[in-house]
């Protein structure tokens, strides 16, 4: 067998191994403490939705180990076969630079078909047994169908431009390439919220009334001065609330779920709204452009470098042919073998911000209490994981859990 190939199996199982065993990890973790409400949530959270969470925890964590073996078993298959599937649809095609963007899109449309039946059951089975489904068969399909077309009409033009950089500048189109694609990102940062969240959702601003003048009269004294707050109508599709923040400068935006204000009072708003802001104000968005910025960067690097040994491509089956989509294909499928072991140092970083968005929250409203109620009542409402293994939520999360966070807030 071929050494790539095995290297790249041997990096499949153990991740496989891994996520498996942490997810085995966690869920004993959470029978084990199934019986007793921690202490932080007695008095506030009852028997019976403590016992539905804990419910809810272990069957979307048996769900994602028996997705991480599916996902794991496609993605050896592809690597497998790739070198066939690819000559099939060049050998049908034809390799000028259009011919292979569409090479690339048709192999992408249909290494996605397989995943479908698990997000289907996903959405109708297991959130639907724990009455967070609120779609239904014609709007998930219509949104698949919108996704793929609006996934068609930005990638496409992006990929050719990527092809026509290899063909027109063999040794700095990986540089291009990055300019590019960053540029691409920072103007969806902008537009997404404007043009593509309202194929999906409806946004409107929020109403006049007591909460916008509250949510107003934060905004400003804590020098955010939004324009406009925007709700969305979550509600649309499923039963989980949030809040979140998009854009820079003067395209920033706070944008809350409408089931987010079914579910809190204006106080716990106010919190939510002060922490979002917070995120604002501590510059943790140009950080975040920072850090994709410096892995595009490097990204593209690599995939050049690699591109260029021919090694790499004999090493998973290709024959020497022109055209680096081969390269491309394998880069953007087996990527995800290594960033991998980076989730947990993101995830600390992410931590790291939240906690001090909450301290922003805190002191803006000289007080801890209306962000604690509203975690506590978005935990509960959410179901969230009341007893993660500590080893599980500081790989995985990019929250704190809301007992660390009660803990830093009352500090
Ligand atoms: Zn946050």
Known sequence: MLTGLIVIFGLLLLKLVFQVGLNSLNQRHVIANQDEIPEAFKGQIDKETYGKSTAYTLAKSKFESFELVFDTVLLAAVLWFLPKIYGAFTGLIGITVWQQTIVFIALSVVLSLPAIPLEWWEQ????????????????????????????F???????????????????????????????????????????????????SPLPDGELKDRLMALSD?????????????????????????????RFRRIVLYDTLIDQLNTDELEGV????????????????????????????????WLSSNDWFY????????????????????????????????????????????????????????????????????NLSNLNPHPFYSSFYYSHPTIQEREKALLK
């Open 221 to 249: 004294k804590t020098g955010f001065k939004a324009k406009t707050i925007q709700v969305i109508d979550g509600s649309k599709r499923s039963g989980h609330s949030n809040a979140f923040f998009t854009g820079f400068g």
């Open 153 to 203: 009409a930005l990638g496409a033009p992006l990929l050719y431009a990527l092809l026509k950089f290899i063909d027109k500048f063999p040794t700095y189109w990986w540089l291009f390439g990055f300019i590019l694609l960053f540029s691409f990102q920072l103007l969806m940062m902008v537009l997404a919220p404007m043009i593509i969240m309202p194929l999906f959702n409806k946004l």
């Open 273 to 304: 709204l002060a922490h979002e802001i917070g995120h604002y104000k501590l510059g943790h968005v140009p950080q975040m452009l920072c850090i994709f910025g410096v892995s595009g960067f490097l990204g593209f690097w690599l995939l050049y």
């Open 314 to 381: 004999v090493q998973f089956g290709f024959e020497m042919i022109d055209g680096k989509v081969p390269a491309l294909l394998l880069f953007s499928l087996s990527s995800g073998l290594f960033t991998f072991w980076l989730t947990p140092l993101t995830n600390l970083w992410s931590r790291k911000n939240e906690f001090q968005a909450d301290a922003f929250a805190k002191n803006a409203l000289s007080n801890a209490d209306p962000l604690i109620r509203a975690l506590r009542v978005l935990s509960e409402k």
């Open 124 to 151: 109708f089975k297991l959130e639907e047994k724990f009455g967070f489904n609120k779609s239904n068969i014609k709007l998930w399909v219509t949104d698949k169908f919108k996704g793929a077309l609006i996934g």
